[in-house]
């Protein structure tokens, strides 16, 4: 990484990056942002010689980040085994698809416009990165997404380069065997998908679905949802149909999750539910849907939803 100068407004150029490392670290736009912010008030405590001797206070910003999130991964094991129901990483929108009546202005301050969406941050990928130990993930993260050399994840990770990269080779294996899916006709399952639960058809659901598929929901005990993964594509297609009759009222919408096509319900011009897929062989293999709405906070400042079908 290139030096930058040590002025608030050299330092204050990495809040992008720092975001987008924290964020796929994490998974959370709000644990991301409040460990950015964290780098920062240490990087301000420190005195104007200390501050001056570092050579690239965006290697140090980059460290600190990465330290603070290192802890709360360790952290979060613990609190999710108290979470309700499944945990699930934080969607997030595409702000380009959705109308601002505030202004374009109102949102450049939203920490979620300041990442960027690419295969790094699809809930596929996301949560491939669950499955690492924290040490994996941010040696998997710095290096193979954002190409860091493993000299400077050794200074995070308090181990050797070698190690470092070791870590990094297991982390590799775990996204190998678990995969991610191709984006090629990911948009037309998705819109037969919608089609399919808007009219409550059973049988195209099944169809649509692998009969391995998986669903996954995250309501955080703050809403009704499943506590425990549907399997079996028959069962997750009933699902979602009773789920469809027992709730009139929001509108089912095509929009981009995490930079790929997914599904979003808004009631009232509100959004309560935001689905993903990962789409293998033309099928959808699995859901994952959030309903906590803490985690959907990001989608209720991009504005009201452009015009789009509804579940009648």
Not at 142 to 168: G, M, N, S, W
Not at 178 to 207: N, Y
Not at 248 to 261: A, K, T
Request: proline share 7%; with cysteine.
């Amino acid at each position: 990484m290139e030096p930058v100068g040590t002025g608030a407004g050299g330092v204050a150029a990495e809040r992008r990056q720092l975001l987008n490392v924290a964020y796929r670290l994490l998974g959370s736009v709000t644990e991301a942002e409040d460990a950015v912010q964290d780098a920062y008030a240490r990087w301000y405590e420190l005195p104007r010689l200390r501050q001056e001797s570092i050579l690239s206070p965006a290697a140090w910003l980059t460290t600190v980040t990465s330290r603070i999130c290192l802890d709360l991964l360790g952290s979060a094991r613990l609190r999710r085994e108290r979470y309700v129901g499944a945990w699930l990483p934080e969607p997030l929108p595409d702000r380009t698809e959705w109308n601002h009546a505030a202004g374009p202005a109102a949102t450049t301050a939203d920490p979620a416009d300041q990442i960027i969406l690419d295969e790094s941050v699809t809930l596929a990928f996301l949560v491939v990165l669950e499955s690492m130990t924290p040490a994996e993930r941010v040696a998997f993260v710095l290096h193979d997404v954002f190409r860091y050399p493993f000299a400077q994840i050794a200074e995070v990770l308090d181990r050797t380069p070698a190690a470092c990269k070791q870590l990094a080779a297991s982390a590799r294996r775990r996204v190998g065997a678990k995969g991610t899916s191709p984006a090629a006709g990911r948009a037309e399952v998705v819109r037969q998908v919608r089609e399919a639960w808007e009219t409550k058809d059973v049988a195209a659901l099944v169809r649509l679905l692998d009969p391995a598929a998986v669903m996954t929901a995250d309501g955080g005990g703050l809403v009704g949802t499943v506590l425990r993964p549907v399997e079996g594509g028959a069962r997750i297609a009933q699902y979602m149909v009773a789920v469809a009759g027992t709730a009139p009222g929001p509108r089912l919408l095509e929009r981009s999750v995490n930079g790929v096509p997914g599904l979003v319900a808004e009631r009232a011009g509100t959004v309560v539910t935001v689905a993903a897929f990962d789409i293998t062989d033309g099928h959808v293999s699995r859901i994952w849907v959030v309903r906590n709405p803490e985690k959907l906070r990001p989608w209720r400042r991009a504005g009201r939803p452009a015009p789009g079908a509804g579940i009648p």
